[in-house]
Structure formats: C-alpha cells, structure tokens
C-alpha cells in the first residue's frame, strides 16, 4: 500500500527572483515536447524469463522518424520518453540510446534530449528528462535500473511511495540535475476531486523533497486525438476540460492552491505520441496539436532553465505563438517581473499586469488560422485561513490592443494582501470555463493556452 503524504507546503519562492537575473540576448518562444514514444515502447513477451523485448509493440515509430516530424511541426526540442518494464533499463542503455545518436546525427536542428516516461513507485508516470553530456547514458540507466517502478521482475515489487521519494534524493544530487514533469495526473481520477494514483498531497510532497527536480505536471495530456476519451482519461465523470486536465483547467483548484502557497510548479503540453491519428491512433504527433514553448536560447542547458524556472507557456492548435506576462508596481520603479519570476510587493500596493501575446500568422497543422475569443487574467491568494481567494478578469476583442500580429491587453489592480500569483488563460470558445470534453469532440475546435504564473511576495504570508 502507498502512503499517504501530508507534508506542509512549503514556501519555495527563495529562488523566484533568480528567473528574471539571467541574460536574455538571443533567446526566442521555442517550441517543444517532452513525452513523445519510439519504437523502444517495447512489449514483453511473457512466455521466456526473463521477459523478451519486442521491439515496436507500443509504438513503431523510429527515434529519427520522431525527430523529422517534430521539426517539420515546428518544434527544435523534444524529449524521448519511452515506456519500461521488467529489465527495461538496459534496452533504454544498450538499444534506444544509440538509436537517439542516430537521430541527433539525422536531425541536427532539433534539440533532442534523453529521457524516458518514468513509471513513479507508488503512482503512476512522469517524464524524466535527463541532461545532455557524457554522463546522460549512465545517469538514466541508473534511475531507471533503481528506482523505476516497472523494472522488476516480480511485479507490485516497488508499489512504494517512500522509494519515490529515495528516487528524488538520488536524482537530486546528480549533476548535472535532470528534470521531472509528472504526465496525466488526473487521468485515474473518478470524479472532480476524486483522485487516483496522484493526489495532491503526493505532488507538494515530491517537489518538497526535490524542488529543482520535479517541477512541474502535464496541464495538457496528450492523446489529444482520442475519439471516445479525449487524452484517454476514461472515466465518464473525470475527463478532460478543454484537453487540460483537471488538476489546471479549474479555478481555484490543485494547481492553483500549490501556486497560492508558493510552490513554483509549472504546467506544460504534450503529444504523449505513440501512433497518429492517421494510422489509426489516438495520438497527434509531436509538435501537431500540443506544444510547450520556452523562453530560452537554442541550446540544451538554457532550455533545461527556462524548463526548471517557469519561463514557459502551454498551447493547442497553435492558438498563439508567443507570450510575454509581466507585473509591476504602479508606485515603485522595481524592474517588472515575468513567468516563473516574483515580484516584491506591499500588501494593497496598486500593481499592472501586462500581457502580450502574438497570433501566428500561418495555418495550424488542420489548415485553420485560430481565432481568439477572449482572454483571461486570473490573480489568486491564499487567504488567512489558507482558503484561496481567485478573480478572474476576462479581457475580449473589445478590450485588447492590436497591432500586426500582437494583442496586448493590462489590468490595473492592488494587490492581494497576503501576496499571491497572477496567470493567463485564452481559448477561442465562448466558454465562460472550460467545459467537461464528451466523446466525438473536435479538438480542433475547442484550443486553449495556459500562462505559468507570475507570484507576487508581501512579508504578510499565511502559516501552511
């Protein structure tokens, strides 16, 4: 049986500011994935032991072919992140490893890193990404070979919560730090609320232990092209909103309360490929409906920043391209801070929370230029009691700026007293909140982006 976790959250802001101290020359929006299949999703044949790997029996797709098509959807980085399974870390070390040479060889542009969809003793999944260099071989084949829930032979062996948190520690002293984003948190949930394999107290509890390590979740699932369950999650009274799980997608909800008590824990979107929906799959590919963009330069280690920081924003259908949020004081002349950043404020000081955002000017990969219908800004507090106290100001086409491809829309307002966070959400729906996904939707028609946020620090904090 797993444990229950019921650690206080922890106020982790210390480090917010660090987000905005980095030189910003040559950095641009770019787009990526971090949970995308190969053919090294392997299936087991059960009959020998120990099991045989079969290669391409969740997935047939090549490490290179992956990487082609990811370019050609514009993304330049992307995250291998096959599945495992009894004696799996050595198909990841002696087989998949070379074959991600062969593709970084076949597909130089793209930023391709090494990682795997971690099965999380006592849970479910989480993408494990693991920093180029000399060391990533033997780093993933470690974690993996330890600590990997489906590694063993005899199976329930590692249905642990505490070797999750052993796994944590190891990884936390790796250097260079790999990085963790827990995948479809909610997918075995029964209702809102009703949690499955993840619970909320199980997230705080594993970014406690390893803040700099996992840090974010999946605010987007992929299987976006389910027909019957749209990202897969099939219960009928736990689905999807908006693609956004539901941890995100409600106001107030999971996400909100971690962010509301300082938690610098991100959201991002994935394709969670493994066969396309022209194939007869479930799956977009990576890059075709679901993207993550990092405000980063072109290189490994600064995308692994703005992954760690929250320099980062999740979008569908390529509703828009690019984000800029900034917060600043209305009375002081401190320099504003953006996503993943802090700024240092007095209870009740008047604040503007500026967002620019650019709409792409080509055709998504459905043959549609999105519109956008309306915006909005969202500025949450955790109350004295711990309660969260959530505005949300909607901004539509009458109250923004256009000019060329950008909309910039602000929100003058004070703010809250025991400081706080401010996010952005947008969707070219009219729906007031994201509504509940049913089976045959068009996903095409129903596109959101979500901001990571930017918290606002007072001295005036409530006890957690």
Same mark, same amino acid.
């Given at each position: 049986?797993?444990?229950?976790?019921?650690?206080?959250?922890?106020?982790?802001?210390?480090?917010?500011?660090?987000?905005?101290?980095? &030189?910003?020359?040559?950095?641009?929006?770019?787009?990526?994935? +971090?949970?995308?299949?190969?053919?090294?999703?392997?299936?087991?044949?059960?009959?020998?032991?120990?099991?045989?790997?079969?290669?391409?029996?969740?997935?047939?797709?090549?490490?290179? %072919?992956?990487? !082609?098509?990811?370019?050609?959807?514009?993304?330049?980085?992307?995250?291998?992140?096959?599945?495992?399974?009894?004696?799996?870390?050595?198909?990841?070390?002696?087989?998949?490893?070379?074959?991600?040479?062969?593709?970084?060889?076949?597909?130089?542009?793209?930023?391709?890193?090494?990682?795997?969809?971690?099965?999380?003793?006592?849970?479910?999944?989480?993408? $494990?990404?693991?920093?180029?260099? @000399?060391?990533?071989?033997?780093?993933?084949?470690?974690?993996?070979?330890?600590?990997?829930?489906?590694?063993?032979?005899?199976?329930?062996?590692?249905?642990?919560?505490?070797?999750?948190?052993?796994?944590?520690?190891?990884?936390?002293?790796?250097?260079?730090?790999?990085?963790?984003?827990? #995948?479809?948190?909610?997918?075995?949930?029964?209702?809102?609320?009703?949690?499955?394999?993840?619970?909320?107290?199980?997230?705080?509890?594993?970014?406690?232990?390893?803040?700099?390590?996992?840090?974010?979740?999946?605010?987007?699932?992929?299987?976006?092209?389910?027909?019957?369950?749209?990202?897969?999650?099939?219960?009928?009274?736990?689905?999807?909103?908006?693609?956004?799980?539901?941890?995100?997608?409600?106001?107030?909800?999971?996400?909100?309360?971690? $962010?509301?008590?300082?938690?610098?824990?991100?959201?991002?979107?994935?394709?969670?490929?493994?066969? #396309?929906?022209?194939?007869?799959?479930?799956?977009?590919? @990576?890059?075709?409906?679901?993207?993550?963009?990092?405000?980063?330069?072109?290189?490994?280690?600064?995308?692994?920043?703005? $992954?760690?920081?929250?320099?980062?924003?999740?979008?569908?259908?390529?509703?828009?391209?690019?984000?800029?949020?900034?917060?600043?004081?209305?009375?002081? !002349?401190?320099?504003?801070?953006?996503?993943?950043?802090?700024?240092?404020?007095?209870?009740?000081?008047?604040?503007?929370?500026?967002?620019?955002?650019?709409?792409?000017?080509?055709?998504?990969? +459905?043959?549609?230029?999105?519109?956008? &219908?309306?915006?909005?800004?969202?500025?949450?507090?955790?109350?004295?009691?711990?309660?969260?106290?959530?505005?949300?100001?909607?901004?539509?086409?009458?109250?923004?700026?256009? =000019?060329?491809?950008?909309?910039?829309?602000?929100?003058?307002?004070?703010?809250?007293?025991?400081?706080?966070?401010?996010?952005? %959400?947008?969707?070219?729906?009219?729906?007031?909140? @994201? =509504?509940?996904?049913?089976?045959?939707?068009?996903?095409?028609?129903?596109?959101?982006?979500?901001?990571?946020?930017?918290?606002?620090?007072?001295?005036?904090?409530?006890?957690?």
């Amino acid at each position: 049986m797993r444990p229950i976790f019921f650690l206080p959250a922890a106020l982790v802001l210390c480090g917010a500011a660090a987000a905005q101290s980095h &030189d910003d020359s040559g950095r641009a929006w770019l787009a990526g994935d +971090h949970h995308v299949h190969s053919e090294w999703s392997v299936d087991w044949d059960r009959s020998t032991t120990p099991p045989t790997p079969l290669r391409g029996g969740d997935s047939r797709y090549t490490r290179t %072919r992956n990487a !082609r098509v990811a370019q050609r959807n514009g993304l330049r980085w992307m995250v291998h992140t096959d599945h495992g399974g009894p004696g799996h870390s050595m198909v990841t070390r002696d087989l998949a490893w070379p074959e991600l040479q062969r593709a970084r060889r076949g597909v130089p542009g793209l930023i391709q890193f090494h990682g795997m969809e971690f099965d999380v003793p006592g849970a479910e999944h989480a993408s $494990l990404i693991v920093a180029p260099g @000399p060391q990533e071989r033997d780093h993933q084949f470690t974690i993996e070979r330890d600590y990997s829930r489906g590694e063993p032979l005899a199976p329930g062996a590692r249905d642990d919560g505490d070797l999750m948190l052993h796994a944590l520690a190891h990884m936390r002293g790796l250097s260079p730090t790999p990085l963790m984003f827990v #995948n479809h948190p909610s997918r075995t949930a029964t209702a809102p609320g009703a949690w499955g394999e993840v619970e909320p107290e199980e997230l705080r509890a594993w970014h406690v232990a390893a803040p700099q390590v996992l840090v974010g979740m999946e605010g987007a699932p992929g299987h976006q092209a389910a027909a019957a369950h749209r990202g897969l999650y099939r219960h009928a009274d736990a689905p999807t909103f908006g693609g956004f799980d539901q941890m995100t997608a409600r106001v107030g909800g999971v996400w909100d309360g971690m $962010l509301a008590h300082g938690h610098r824990f991100w959201i991002t979107a994935t394709s969670d490929s493994h066969r #396309n929906l022209r194939e007869g799959g479930g799956d977009f590919d @990576p890059g075709q409906y679901s993207k993550t963009y990092v405000w980063a330069r072109p290189e490994a280690d600064d995308i692994m920043d703005g $992954l760690r920081e929250g320099r980062i924003f999740a979008v569908t259908g390529d509703l828009i391209d690019a984000l800029q949020l900034t917060v600043r004081s209305t009375r002081h !002349r401190e320099p504003a801070a953006t996503m993943g950043g802090a700024l240092q404020i007095e209870p009740g000081e008047p604040i503007r929370i500026e967002l620019r955002i650019r709409r792409p000017a080509p055709l998504n990969a +459905h043959g549609r230029v999105p519109s956008l &219908d309306h915006i909005d800004l969202i500025l949450g507090q955790a109350a004295a009691d711990g309660s969260l106290d959530m505005r949300v100001k909607r901004f539509d086409a009458g109250d923004w700026h256009p =000019k060329g491809q950008w909309l910039t829309l602000r929100w003058d307002v004070k703010a809250p007293p025991q400081g706080g966070f401010v996010r952005v %959400r947008g969707t070219n729906t009219a729906e007031y909140a @994201p =509504k509940a996904d049913i089976a045959g939707e068009d996903p095409w028609s129903d596109l959101w982006f979500y901001s990571n946020p930017v918290f606002l620090q007072t001295d005036r904090r409530p006890e957690t």
